[in-house]
């Protein structure tokens, strides 16, 4: 089956601390209270890694990746 994953984020959990935007610049900018934007695009394989641990490390639990299919 072929699919994306993308990078989701819980506006209800998120805190705004920020740290995810610095473990994965590519994808993640913050608005100007510091709460993330996330680019509506597929992680690439290359940048896998890097979005696993800015999920593992959000504070509040408010990210995952989901494995969408098309
Ligand atoms: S690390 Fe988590 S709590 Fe902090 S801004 Fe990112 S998603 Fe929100």
Known sequence: MNGTTR????P??????????ELLAEHISLDEW?????AEA???AVLLR???RA???C?????????EAY
Not at 12 to 21: I, K, Q
Not at 59 to 67: E, N
């Open 7 to 10: 990078l989701r984020v819980d």
């Open 55 to 57: 999920v593992a490390d």
């Open 42 to 44: 597929d992680i690439p």
């Open 34 to 38: 510091g709460y993330p934007v996330i």
């Open 59 to 67: 504070p509040a639990l408010a990210l995952r990746l989901s494995r």
């Open 12 to 21: 209800t959990r998120c805190t705004g601390h920020g740290c995810c935007a």
């Open 50 to 52: 890097d979005a696993k």
